[in-house]
């Protein structure tokens, strides 16, 4: 028997594929320029790193989401 996920699991899955979908087609149209530079980067490359840290900071989440816990024996 499957079980269905629950609605972080979704929310997260949701989370991810908006990630994902800004850093490939429809987002690189949006973010495809040089100007303005922010930090000394091309907006473009500025908009990867961006991205990437979001990916960064949902996987951390997910991760003390769904990471077993700890059980004290004394």
């Known amino acids: ?25 429809p987002g690189a149209l949006i973010a495809n320029r040089i100007e303005p530079m922010i930090i ?6 500025f ?3 961006a991205w990437v840290f979001a990916l960064f900071v949902g996987l951390v989440i997910a991760y003390r989401k769904d990471a077993p ?4 024996d004394e």
């Open 1 to 25: 028997m499957k079980s269905r996920p629950t609605f972080p699991s979704r929310l997260m899955l949701i989370y991810f594929a908006i990630c994902a979908l800004a850093m490939v087609w």
């Open 69 to 72: 816990q700890e059980v004290d």
């Open 40 to 45: 000394g980067l091309p907006f473009f490359l």
């Open 47 to 49: 908009w990867y790193v």
